[in-house]
C-alpha cells in the first residue's frame, strides 16, 4: 500500500503550459527526490530535498523547479511545458539519519505527455 | 566518479529457470546497497544490503553483498513470468547519496 502519493497518474498537455506535478508523503520523510525515466530507461535524478526549505538540482539537468514548504509535500513545477519533456516522472522519499540509509519508497509516478 | 554497474542489461530465459543479476559499484563512502523491482510503474524495494556475506531472502530472491569486491548478486530461482520486470540496484553513500544502475530487463517466457 503506497504511503507516497502522486498525481496525476496521466497527463497529457499541450506546448507551452504550466503544469505542477504533486508529491505527498505521509510517512513523515525527511529526504525527497525527483527522478525522470523514459521507458526501459534508467532513472535519472532531477530534484532532491533534505527537508523544508531545502532543495536541490540532481545529476540531470531539467528546466523543472521544485519546492518544499511542508515535510510531506514536494512538489514539480514546469513553467512551460515542451514536448521533450515528455517522460515518466517518478517520487521518492526516505527517512533521514541512522548509520545505513533507509530504502526509498516510490509513488507510482506521473506519466507525462506534452503534444 | 560514483557509479553503479549492472548486467546484464537484458536477459529472457524459460519459467523455472535460475538467474542471476550482477551489481558493481565505485562510490565515496559507501552505506548501503538496494535492489528493486520495477514493473509497469514505479520501483518496489526488494533488499536492502548493508554487510558482507550475510544473504537476504524471500521467498525465490535471494541477494547477497560482497563489500571486498564491490558488488552484489541477485538470485531468483525457479522463475515466472511474474517475475518479467526491470531490476534495479541502488547505492547510498555517507554523503546522503543514492545512485542507480541503468538496470537489468529480465524476460521469463513461458
Known amino acids: 500500500e503506497a504511503d507516497i502519493y502522486q498525481t496525476p497518474r496521466y497527463l497529457v498537455i499541450g506546448t507551452g503550459k504550466k503544469i505542477t506535478l504533486e508529491c505527498s508523503q505521509t510517512?513523515?520523510?525527511?529526504?525527497m527526490y525527483w527522478y525522470q525515466q523514459d521507458p526501459g530507461m534508467e532513472l535519472h535524478l532531477i530534484h532532491y530535498?533534505?527537508?523544508?526549505?531545502?532543495?536541490e538540482k540532481g545529476d540531470l539537468s531539467s528546466e523543472s523547479t521544485v519546492s518544499r514548504i511542508r515535510t510531506e509535500h514536494f512538489p514539480l513545477t514546469l513553467e512551460s511545458a515542451r514536448p521533450s519533456h515528455t517522460s515518466q516522472y517518478l517520487c521518492?522519499?526516505?527517512?533521514?539519519?541512522?548509520?545505513?540509509?533507509?530504502?526509498?519508497?516510490f509513488g507510482n509516478g506521473t506519466r507525462l505527455t506534452v503534444t | 566518479e560514483d557509479k553503479v554497474v549492472q548486467s546484464p542489461l537484458s536477459l529472457v530465459v524459460h519459467e523455472g529457470d535460475t538467474v542471476t543479476l550482477n551489481c558493481s559499484y565505485e562510490v565515496t563512502n559507501f552505506r548501503s546497497l538496494l535492489w528493486y523491482k520495477q514493473e509497469k510503474k514505479a520501483p518496489t524495494f526488494l533488499f536492502m544490503l548493508?554487510?558482507?556475506?550475510i544473504e537476504k531472502k524471500s521467498g525465490r530472491l535471494s541477494s547477497i553483498l560482497d563489500k571486498k569486491e564491490l558488488f552484489s548478486i541477485l538470485n531468483i530461482t525457479a522463475t515466472q513470468t511474474g517475475d518479467s520486470a526491470i531490476y534495479l540496484c541502488a547505492v547510498t553513500t555517507g554523503a546522503n547519496n543514492l545512485f542507480f544502475g541503468t538496470g537489468t530487463r529480465l524476460t521469463v517466457i513461458p
Open positions: 510517512m513523515g520523510h525527511d529526504k
Open positions: 521518492a522519499s526516505r527517512k533521514q539519519g541512522g548509520a545505513y540509509n533507509s530504502p526509498l519508497h
Open positions: 530535498s533534505y527537508g523544508v526549505n531545502s532543495t
Open positions: 548493508t554487510s558482507s556475506g
